[in-house]
Each structure stands twice: as structure tokens, then as C-alpha cells.
């Protein structure tokens, strides 16, 4: 059974840096593709962006929406099993509770708000406040 915890947020004014971590137990995290999402208070569910597994197709490759592309990147340490999102250029529009999410059945990215709703494996959470 994958457990998955998120961890890193906090407050951060616009245009700082944080970066978030998505650690993972009871089962190796390289077997999965790992959405990144993010919700903010009174809107819906936002797909931020993907690594695929490394054992896909695609082999380890990232994609990102558009509202992050440039400013967001996505990497994975598979000696920590953990997934990490490296968020620069914070906007006011950043802020929400960010989670991470797998499924064994998905390898490839992007995984979407849709497909989201299907995936069995979700952390509660880290929130992101930037402001200032």
C-alpha cells in the first residue's frame, strides 16, 4: 500500500521560492507517475504538473501546465522515494493546498483533474500561502 506525505509549505512572498516534497512508503515511488495538484479555497481541483515512472515509455519525463511551465520543476530522488516540486516565481495566484497523487495504473504524464478523481493514492496535503 503506497502512502504518500507532503511537506515544505508555508508562507512566501510573491516572488520567492519553495520547494515541496512528496515522500513515499510501502512501495518504491519509480513505478508511478506523480501528479502534482493543487486546490485553492472555493476552486476547483488544478492539474500543476507530472513525472512519469522511470520504468514507461516516456522514462522519467516531466510535463507541466501552462501556469507554472518556466516557473515550476518537478524531479524525483529514487534513493529517498521521495518526489520533489521546485516553485520559483511565486504569484499571489499560487496560493492552495498542494497534494501529490499516483496510481498503479498510470506510468505516463500529464495525468489530469479528470483522471485525478480516478487515482487511489493521495497525500493530505501541504498548503501554500504567497502573499505579501
Known amino acids: 500500500q503506497l502512502e504518500l506525505v507532503e511537506s515544505g509549505g508555508g508562507l512566501v512572498q510573491p516572488g520567492g521560492s519553495l520547494t515541496l516534497s512528496c515522500a513515499a512508503s510501502?512501495?518504491?515511488?519509480?513505478?508511478?507517475?506523480i501528479g502534482w495538484f493543487r486546490q485553492a479555497p472555493g476552486k476547483e481541483r488544478e492539474a500543476v504538473g507530472c513525472?512519469?515512472?522511470?520504468?514507461?515509455?516516456?522514462?522519467?519525463?516531466?510535463h507541466y501546465e501552462d501556469s507554472v511551465k518556466g516557473r515550476f520543476t518537478i524531479s524525483r530522488d529514487k534513493a529517498k522515494n521521495t518526489v520533489y516540486l521546485q516553485m520559483n516565481s511565486l504569484k499571489p495566484e499560487d496560493t492552495a493546498e498542494y497534494h501529490c497523487a499516483a496510481d498503479s495504473a498510470f506510468r505516463n504524464c500529464p495525468l489530469s483533474v479528470p483522471v485525478s478523481y480516478s487515482m487511489d493514492y493521495w497525500g493530505k496535503g501541504t498548503l501554500v500561502t504567497v502573499s505579501g
Open positions: 513525472i512519469s515512472s522511470s520504468h514507461s515509455s516516456s522514462g522519467g519525463t516531466t
Open positions: 510501502g512501495s518504491t515511488l519509480d513505478y508511478y507517475a
